[in-house]
C-alpha cells in the first residue's frame, strides 16, 4: 500500500511563510516526479510546482520567486516552501507523485490527502 502524507498547513498573516512536505512510503521502487497541486474554494485544482528525480523543478508563474520545491530522494520527501505568501495562495495543498512499485509494470499516480493553507490579509 502506497501512502502520500502531506503536512506543515496552517493560518498564516499575509507576508508570512510555510513549509509544505510530502512523504512517501510503501512499496515504491522508483520516484520520477513529484508534484504540488492547489485547489482554492470554487476553482480547479492547478499545479504550483513540480520536481524530478533528477533536481529539474519548475514553478508557475504566479509563486515564482516565493516558493521553492526540493525533493529528499533518501526519504522520498518533497517540500515546498512558500514565502511571501498572499491571501491568493489560501488553497488546500496537494501532493502528486509519479512511482514505480515493486513488482508493477508501469508507472501510476497517487495523491495525498491534502492540507490546508490559509492566508490571512
Known amino acids: 500500500q502506497v501512502q502520500l502524507v502531506e503536512s506543515g498547513g496552517g493560518l498564516v498573516q499575509a507576508g508570512g511563510s510555510l513549509r509544505l512536505s510530502c512523504a512517501a512510503s510503501g512499496n515504491i521502487f522508483s520516484i520520477s516526479t513529484m508534484r504540488w497541486y492547489r485547489q482554492a474554494p470554487g476553482k480547479q485544482r492547478e499545479l504550483v510546482a513540480h520536481i524530478t528525480g533528477g533536481g529539474i523543478t519548475l514553478h508557475v508563474d504566479s509563486v515564482k520567486g516565493r516558493f521553492i520545491i526540493s525533493m529528499d530522494n533518501a526519504k522520498n520527501t518533497v517540500y515546498l516552501q512558500m514565502n511571501s505568501l498572499k491571501p491568493e495562495d489560501t488553497a488546500v495543498y496537494y501532493c502528486?507523485?509519479?512511482?514505480?512499485?515493486?513488482?508493477?509494470?508501469?508507472?501510476?499516480?497517487?495523491w495525498g490527502q491534502g492540507t490546508q493553507v490559509t492566508v490571512s490579509s
Open positions: 502528486n507523485a509519479d512511482l514505480f512499485l515493486h513488482g508493477a509494470t508501469s508507472w501510476a499516480g497517487y
